[in-house]
């Protein structure tokens, strides 16, 4: 007998739908990109805010993002089914459509080769950054529509709501860093390097990792260090920006 298990989908959306101009109007497209994916059966979802055509989002963006989540969950009704589409002629062939283009595209990135080839060579970089070339002609040409930046604009003077939110400068977290520096101090060294060069180990074996990593975590190590131990194992470096060097002494 087969069992057909819940599958967990987890989804964040793209500041590439949000504009500059008239932020306010980025509050309405993460409503309605909220009620999309609440339709489609998402486990857990999180909402590019209002400022994020701008920089990281504010405290207020933020705010505002877990509201709109809670409004459409609480006051639509949204998920008290499961498959409120189920059946629909029109929802079932846009499905179809994109499973083809999908698989299409996954057939097209696999017969290009190994895919830690094809990151080593940008090709997923450039994938995206061409993603992005495209959308952002098609909306200097007028192929797609964004209210507030290529119709229905308005004068820079009055396009004035949320933006002194919008543009307002964050503080760095100073005490946070401080922080941070003095919990990395004040670790046992020794046993930090020994939990690192066990993970990097483990990572070059065909063992479990999982008890290499809570080995880590329990000496006290970061996410970001035991993710750059996992890289260099994988023979690729430490920092991939270059700016930090590693625990057992560079990339390998």
């Known amino acids: 007998m087969s069992v057909n298990l819940p599958q967990n989908i987890a989804v964040h959306t793209s500041r590439l739908s949000l504009t500059t101009e008239q932020p306010a109007n980025n509050t309405v497209r993460g409503a309605v990109q909220t009620v999309a994916l609440g339709l489609a059966g998402v486990s857990a979802l999180e909402i590019s805010t209002f400022d994020e055509g701008y920089r990281t989002p504010s405290k207020e963006a ?13 006051e639509t009704n949204t998920n008290s089914v499961q498959d409120p ?3 629909s002629w029109f929802m079932e062939s846009l ?6 283009r999908i698989l299409a595209m996954v057939e097209d990135i696999e017969s290009r080769g190994d895919p830690a080839e094809l990151v080593s060579s940008g ?8 993603t992005m070339g495209r959308y952002h002609q098609q909306v200097h040409e007028g192929d797609v529509v964004k209210v507030g930046m290529n119709v229905h604009q308005m004068p820079t003077e009055d396009d004035t709501l949320l933006r ?3 543009e307002e400068k964050i503080e760095p977290l100073f ?11 004040g670790r046992d060294q020794q046993r930090l390097l020994e939990s690192f060069q066990r993970l990097c180990d483990v990572v070059q ?3 479990n990792m999982l008890p290499a990593v809570l080995e880590c975590t329990e000496a006290g190590a970061t996410m970001g260090e035991i993710a750059g131990i996992m890289r260099e194992a994988w023979g ?7 700016y930090l060097d590693s625990p057992l002494g560079g990339s390998r």
Request: glycine letters at 12%; a negative charge; charged letters at 30%.
């Open 175 to 185: 005490g946070r860093i401080e922080k941070l520096g003095a919990y990395r101090e």
């Open 95 to 100: 499905t179809d459509d994109v499973e083809v």
């Open 123 to 130: 090709y997923f970089k450039q994938f995206f950054h061409g």
């Open 205 to 207: 074996s065909d063992e």
């Open 62 to 74: 933020h705010l505002v993002g877990l509201r709109t989540q809670q409004v459409v969950d609480l």
């Open 85 to 87: 589409f189920g059946g």
């Open 236 to 242: 690729t470096p430490y920092d991939p920006y270059g």
């Open 164 to 166: 002194d939110i919008s």
